[in-house]
């Protein structure tokens, strides 16, 4: 290893420390390394692999020749197109069955002990464990797949394959054993290679992704052939040298473990910390000493909250303080909640006299034994029913379609964020559904979506699975009240309590809340509203610093795992060249993601088109687009061309379908020939790519065409502030989009581009700023 790559590796362990999965991307690096030769220094008076090659072929022969084993079938020689890099002098690329024996049979006696191992037995990941089962070889010799110690077993099928099920096999009974038929064996009979230096060349995510995408048969019975198997390209350095290389990879594995256990410690003792200060915060005996929970908040954020699931937490104890009373101080001036109910009672037999609701059942009277904690004095614990009443109109959807509607699919979890607008037509909606007006609660009585609780923002028609509710008291403060761990412990109790799928009225009614002082109501909400929006920064300052601290890892491990030269950064660029034109790629990849998408409700041409651009921004294929910024977010012209050929070559039918708002939609018809070009693509991506492109293409499935276009434009203006060398705050993003796109993104309103920004964090779509950048135009618009 030379001075630069051991000073670059150093720099990398301090890195990955503090990068997310940066140690897991470290291990990668350290075997990319081992097998390029570049993690220990080569000797020149080593015996050459060459020179190793020479004796096996020697030693094949007499062992054939004195029948000991069968002549072997010769392999194909290595072409230069298959060797990935060039390699140390000294080294050599090999077939993996030319070195040593593939799937070879033990001879022995039927009584003799024998190890079984079946797959669970063998561990994954960078383990080398195994452990067996003690059996007589006679009850295991037949139908399982054979091996000895010292052989290299690998698992063949997927996902174990893929999960790097693989071990150097030891301490059998007897020497031998028998086990799953999904392995892989290799036996080292001529001593060609350090079976653990093997082993780690197996373990490669690199070499995982890349053999990954040679596997043959159906999806999820997926395997390595035995001729694939047998074919692999080994990089073979001296047989000493790779006695050097594995105690290198063993000295910096174990680094990483301690950076691991480091890391888990400081986790640990963070969440010690954590569950410590929350549960002081909760247990603030007086209900004067509020002022020390905010002073808490306030001076332990950045110390305590720098993962985004104790920001979470600091959420849920924010709302249970405040449903305490221990968030803001009470004031003995303020009518006390029980005057506040007696108002809210008259109010209601006002309503029923009036007819505009049904006369309530009575509630039952709170007990003391029902009270799960002492409330401030003017505060009072009742039923849920009383200060709020469910209002229900059932009116059919298929009467109103261009009014608003709200599901529980389009509510944020846990939040009380609306994330989508839409009509009952772009809903799909046909069955009964609730009428409700701007202001009411809109609550989800489903699983598991019984935390989806929103106010509604205008008025409209909500699914048939959420009550319409209509707060007598601050309905912001009934919204949180919801939200808190005290109503979410009632709502789960209810959940075991019952089999039934939806939470019924009898039950939801006999909850108990806790009713403070109007007044005081309105200061919780403003307290928890600006407690709220710093738990939102610091959501942003955590993404920022773990996309910065993830893109530096990932710059810092392409740059030492490619070669220096600049014929090969060439090689690497051309990569997609060298299997198929530019072209031919490009519309594979196009016509794999109508195969996956066509049939979506939603789906057409201009979701087509933002699918693509992430396709090549977020995913990383390589598909030289070059969008530009159109009234539907980035869109290269190259569809139209796409179209024209696909529905030429009856890959799909493209049709127009008109509106109701009279402009006309193109949709795609999968036709039998779309297999070919979409299978195609499979083998052109990466099981990495592939997996992502997946994850991709199913969250936009059910998406709207206008929530696909901001998702996408979203994306693209935050990735070209990336590009330009810009960490853009949230409020760049969306003034970017509105103001320097096309006028028609200013229909978007700066509160619901927020929401989606914090779905793209969610799903974990976020841009490292790779290319295209998105091409301005002059007069957008025109």
């Known amino acids: ?160 394959f893929e999960n790097a099920k693989s071990c150097v096999f030891s301490n059998l009974p007897s020497g031998i054993g028998a086990g799953t038929t999904e392995l892989h064996i290799f036996r080292n009979t001529f001593d060609a290679v350090d079976p653990r230096y093997l082993l780690f060349f197996l373990k490669n ?17 997926k395997r390595v052939p035995t001729p694939l198997f047998a074919e692999l390209e080994l990089p073979l350095p001296p047989i000493s040298e790779q006695h050097h290389i594995v105690a290198k990879i063993d000295e910096l594995m174990a680094r990483c473990d301690e950076l691991e256990k480091l890391r888990s410690a400081q986790q640990k003792a963070r969440l010690t910390v954590h569950t410590a200060a929350i549960k002081q915060l909760l247990n603030i005996a007086e209900p004067d000493q509020h002022q020390h929970a905010q002073t808490f908040l ?29 968030l803001v101080p009470q004031n003995p001036d303020d009518q006390p909640a029980s005057a506040l109910l007696q108002e809210i009672e008259a109010e209601k037999q006002r309503l029923v006299k009036e007819g505009k609701i049904k006369k309530p059942k009575p509630l039952p009277p709170v007990t003391e034994q029902e009270k799960p904690y002492a409330l401030p004095q003017g505060w009072e614990w009742v039923r849920f029913f009383a200060p709020n009443t469910v209002k229900s109109e059932l009116v059919s959807a298929g009467d109103c379609p261009d009014e608003n509607q709200i599901a529980p699919d389009s509510i944020e979890k846990g939040t009380g964020r609306l994330l989508v607008h839409r009509t009952v037509a772009e809903s799909g909606a046909t069955g009964p559904n609730n009428r409700f007006y701007e202001g009411q609660i809109l609550y989800s009585k489903i699983r598991p979506s019984l935390n989806k609780v929103v106010v509604a923002p205008y008025d409209g028609l909500c699914s048939a699975d959420m009550y319409p509710i209509v707060c007598h008291a601050h309905t912001d403060f009934m919204l949180k009240v919801i939200l808190s761990e005290t109503f979410l412990a009632q709502v789960r109790l209810a959940e075991n309590r019952v089999k039934m799928p939806k939470l019924n009225l009898e039950s939801l009614g006999q909850f108990l809340i806790p009713l403070p002082p109007l007044a005081e109501q309105h200061d919780i909400v403003a307290c928890i509203d600006q407690l709220m929006n710093l738990c939102d920064s610091l959501d942003q300052q955590i993404d920022a610093a773990t ?181 853009p705050t949230d409020e760049q993003i969306i003034t970017d989009m509105r103001e320097n796109w096309h006028e028609r993104k200013g229909r978007f309103s700066p509160s619901d581009l927020k929401q989606w920004l914090s779905w793209l964090r969610k799903e974990n779509f976020v841009p490292r700023g790779l290319p295209p950048r998105t091409i301005q135009q002059q007069r957008l618009g025109v």
């Open 298 to 326: 306030a001076e332990h954020f950045g110390e305590l909250y720098t993962v985004k699931e104790n920001v979470a937490e600091l959420r849920k104890a924010i709302l249970q303080l405040a449903v305490m009373g221990k």
């Open 547 to 727: 996309c910065k601290q993830a893109e530096l890892l990932s710059a810092l491990i392409r740059a030492q795992s490619q070669s220096n030269s600049a014929a090969r950064l060439q090689s690497e660029s051309l990569s997609i060249a060298q299997v198929i034109d530019l072209a031919a790629y490009r519309t594979s990849i196009g016509c794999y993601a109508i195969s996956k998408l066509a049939n979506a409700q939603y789906f057409g041409r201009t979701a087509a088109a933002k699918v693509m651009y992430l396709a090549q921004a977020h995913v990383g294929l390589e598909l030289n687009l070059k969008p530009e910024r159109k009234a539907a977010g980035p869109l290269d012209p190259w569809i139209y061309d796409f179209e024209r050929e696909g529905h030429g070559k009856r890959w799909f039918e493209v049709n127009e379908k008109p509106l109701a708002n009279g402009r006309k939609k193109t949709e795609y018809r999968c036709l039998s020939a779309l297999s070919e070009p979409a299978a195609k693509a499979e083998s052109l991506m990466s099981s990495g790519q592939k997996a992502e492109f997946d994850r991709l293409i199913y969250a936009l499935a059910d998406r709207k065409t206008e929530e696909v276009e901001i998702i996408a434009t979203l994306f693209a203006v935050w990735n070209d502030f990336l590009i330009d060398g810009i960490q």
């Open 1 to 160: 290893m030379n001075k630069h790559t051991a000073e670059l590796l150093e720099k990398h362990f301090d890195t990955a420390f503090a990068a997310p999965d940066g140690i897991r991307k470290l291990r990668e690096l350290i075997l990319t390394l081992a097998m390029q030769g570049k993690l220990v220094p080569q000797d020149p008076n080593d015996q050459p692999a060459s020179e190793l090659l020479k004796e096996i072929e020697a030693e094949k022969q007499r062992l054939v020749k004195e029948g000991k084993i069968k002549k072997p079938k010769p392999l194909p020689p290595i072409t230069d197109a298959e060797k990935p890099y060039a390699l140390p002098r000294g080294w050599e690329w090999v077939r993996l069955g030319d070195i040593g024996l593939i799937n070879p049979r033990n001879n022995a006696d039927d009584d003799m002990l024998a190890g079984f191992v079946p797959m669970p037995l063998i561990q994954e990941g960078y383990s080398e464990f195994h452990s067996f089962e003690e059996r007589h070889w006679g009850d295991i010799r037949k139908g399982y797949t054979h091996f000895a110690d010292g052989d290299v077993g690998m698992a063949k099928i997927t996902p174990c």
């Open 205 to 221: 995510p690199k070499f995982i992704s890349t053999t990954a995408a040679r596997m043959t048969g159906s999806a999820g019975q």
